[in-house]
């Protein structure tokens, strides 16, 4: 009798011990659900990468075979026009690194 006791004390404390670790430890279940959720956030910016990886490759195929295309781009990024044409840059609508300086270049 003073056996089982015994044993049933020892086998309790032996669950207690093994469920605080369970929960808690470095291997536990909080630990599981912070590493499920990183690596849920880490698919989708690999998704977002994978996709935006498609959208250069498409783009750089465009450059490589397609002279309309490269026109096109290089119109709109580098300001070039064509003879007898006349381009309009409105202040609000100047970005970095196009057509000169920024709109708040020079405000101190």
Request: glycine share 6%; proline share 3%; aromatic share 10%.
């Amino acid at each position: 009798m003073f056996w089982k006791r015994v044993l049933l004390g020892f086998l309790v404390i032996l669950i207690l011990f093994l469920l605080g670790r369970m929960l808690i430890s470095d291997q536990g279940l909080f630990s599981y659900r912070e590493l499920k959720a990183e690596h849920e956030a880490l698919e989708q910016q690999l998704s977002e990468l994978r996709e935006k990886n498609l959208a250069l490759s498409q783009e750089i195929r465009l450059l490589q075979s397609n002279p309309e295309y490269i026109e096109k781009v290089i119109r709109q990024r580098m300001n070039f026009v064509k003879d007898n044409e006349i381009l309009y840059i409105f202040p609000d609508t100047i970005k970095e690194g196009r057509a000169g300086a920024a709109p708040d270049e020079g405000k101190d």
